[in-house]
């Protein structure tokens, strides 16, 4: 089993300190290549679809994903309000991490696919009303996208761990965040 641990910067202030992102994903058929939270909804719009027009992939079932997170600490940038928070993907599923961040209305700072204005669904792909109430404003979004125009996205992949297959031995390698 292997084991990895990021750390990132999301927008605005993460409330409670610490939880479990349990959101199914799916592949984005309004937005692909992208992933976004299946819902309900989103399923039954896809009942009839021709997977030649479409392509397989987007038809595929949902796969259950989970994020486990921890506040580090709450921080400013450039005056704007950011949480540091330690990840860990369950499931490690593609671009979990950057899903679920946006589906709590916190997505990571520079993200330029999933964040503000990104390239695929905002919130993840869920409506704003189904969004927790303490969720980072629009206006600060914006105002820390504009910040990191040009500047890499702050998720970090800080530890990874496994046992060795041959000895046995319990490896860990740990690297410092560079934001």
């Known amino acids: 089993k292997i084991t990895r641990k990021y750390e990132d910067l999301v927008c605005g202030h993460v409330s409670p300190d610490g939880g479990v992102i349990d959101l199914p ?6 937005c692909p290549p992208y992933m976004r939270v299946s819902t309900e909804e989103r399923q039954k719009a896809l009942i009839g679809l021709d997977p030649e027009e479409v392509g397989k992939k987007i038809l595929e079932q949902p796969k259950p994903s989970t994020t486990e997170y921890e506040v580090v600490s709450r921080e400013g940038l450039d005056g704007r309000d950011v949480t540091r928070l330690a990840l860990t993907s369950v499931s490690g599923r593609t671009h979990q991490l950057n899903v679920h961040c946006a589906a709590i209305g916190h997505p990571i700072v520079g993200d330029a696919v999933y964040g503000y204005g990104g390239e695929a669904a905002a919130n993840g792909g869920l409506e704003d009303s189904e969004l927790p109430d303490n969720c980072a404003t629009g206006e600060l979004q914006k105002g820390i996208a504009e910040a990191v125009v040009g500047k890499p996205m702050c998720v970090h992949a800080k530890s990874i761990s496994f046992e060795h297959p041959i000895t046995r031995e ?5 690297c410092a965040a560079p934001f």
Request: negative net charge; without cysteine.
């Open 25 to 30: 994903l799916m592949r984005d058929y309004e």
């Open 170 to 174: 319990k490896l860990s390698f740990e």
